[in-house]
């Protein structure tokens, strides 16, 4: 309907992912980092995860459109709830492999005969595992035993799993996921958008189906969108998508908040939309707040390789002296207990007792400190080394 009062070639904004409108935002930058770092190893498994809608189906299309089939054979496949006997029989479908009967055991000959074909043949296999999220852990388990076949020291298959955030909980905390945790070599978190990446993204697009300044967009209406979609690129393009077609409808050249308020409040009564405010973005702020001294900047893609590297050198120190510290209080303890330890604990007085139980509380706390404080310096460091890294090396996507 919008697309020929507008002239447009095609719709811009919809919901289906489709490489061909790839945006590469920051952390889709970052993710497709990760995973030509993790392709290029050739083994084991590589992880994004992200909210729904954050765009890991469009990237995942996007890296599916540009690999070098002469090279990589991938198939992809969607998981319900499967168990490991069913979960063997999809993959070997998603390969295009034929197996007589249900038994796990011919599935699974079928596949390693397919690897060492195909590696025969100097290709490697990629598996992509979409909603990973509905695995069963005797599932899970099974994909970890398919990353096992070999070709001599050769691996023959690698596995990309994509996932909702609980599956990266799942993943990090689940005691019988240990062995797969060893086996992840690159995992990324999709985050938002960032609010300056909504115009782009937006013009973008359009730009994709010959938009040629109709309509024009009240410069408010990206930073309202921000607080209507908190980034998420799918409720982005469900917003724009009714803005167009109002627009469309009522003659108008030019989309304004008036607009956006009258489609945000019929996708709310709708119940097709839940306004939330935009989710917080780990910068290098956060470290900071930790007592660091770190370059920041309101665009860190553009921090210098030089301040990156002082930021990394200033990160590694400020680990060493917060291990030191952690050490010393240990050490005060061990010998505050001692002290009472030798007088009798029974019958120390009770302010060595209070003295004692402080310095342990005390302890605690800076522990949970510690755990809180390595996640966000282990983060930061991350993102530093990225910047240093992106200059001096070109990525591989396949």
């Known amino acids: 309907m919008f697309d020929n009062f507008y002239g447009f070639t095609g719709r811009p904004f919809q919901l289906t992912p489709d490489p061909a409108f790839y945006f590469e935002s920051l952390t889709h930058r970052k993710a497709l980092s990760y995973l030509g770092y993790g392709l290029a190893q050739g083994e084991g498994f590589i992880v994004i995860t992200g909210e729904v809608g954050a765009g890991k189906s469009t990237l995942v299309a996007h890296l599916m459109a540009t690999i070098d089939r002469n090279r990589l054979t991938a198939a992809q496949i969607v998981t319900s709830r499967l168990d490991s006997g069913e979960l063997v029989h999809v993959v070997a479908q998603a390969f295009g492999l034929s197996v007589p009967g249900q038994d796990k ?32 852990l005797g599932a899970l388990e099974e994909l970890r035993m398919l990353s096992n076949f070999q070709l001599g020291s050769h691996p023959l298959l690698q596995i990309l799993l994509l996932g909702q955030p609980e ?131 309101a665009q860190p893609q553009a921090i210098p390789a030089q301040f990156a590297a002082e930021g990394l050198t200033q990160l590694q120190a400020a680990l060493a002296q917060r291990d030191s510290q952690i050490a010393e209080l240990q050490q005060a303890v061990i010998e505050l207990a001692n002290q009472g330890d030798t007088s009798g604990l029974e019958g120390a007085d009770a302010a060595h007792k209070a003295a004692i139980e402080v310095m342990q509380e005390r302890l605690a706390k800076l522990e949970s400190r510690l755990i809180e404080q390595d996640r966000t310096i282990r983060h930061t460091l991350t993102m530093l080394i990225e910047w240093i890294e992106r200059d001096e090396a070109q990525r591989v996507a396949a």
């Open 105 to 136: 055991a011919s599935a699974l000959g079928a596949i390693e005969k397919f690897l060492h074909d195909e590696a025969r043949a100097g290709r490697r296999c990629l598996l992509v595992v979409d909603e990973s999220q509905n695995l069963a």
């Open 167 to 297: 599956f990266r909980d799942s993943l990090q905390g689940h005691p019988g996921l240990e062995q797969l945790r060893q086996r992840v070599i690159a995992a990324h978190h999709l985050d938002a958008m960032e609010p300056g990446e909504m115009e782009p993204y937006i013009m973008h697009r359009l730009r994709l189906v010959g938009w040629n300044g109709n309509p024009q967009f009240d410069p408010r209406v990206f930073a309202e969108l921000y607080t209507a979609t908190g980034g998420v690129p799918r409720r982005i393009n469900q917003i724009v998508n009714r803005l167009l077609i109002l627009g469309a409808v009522e003659q108008r050249q030019h989309i304004d908040g008036v607009m956006l308020a009258q489609v945000l409040a019929e996708l709310t009564a709708d119940g097709g939309l839940q306004i939330a405010p935009a989710p917080s973005q780990p910068t290098l702020s956060t470290a900071a707040a930790q007592g660091l001294t770190l370059p920041t900047s």
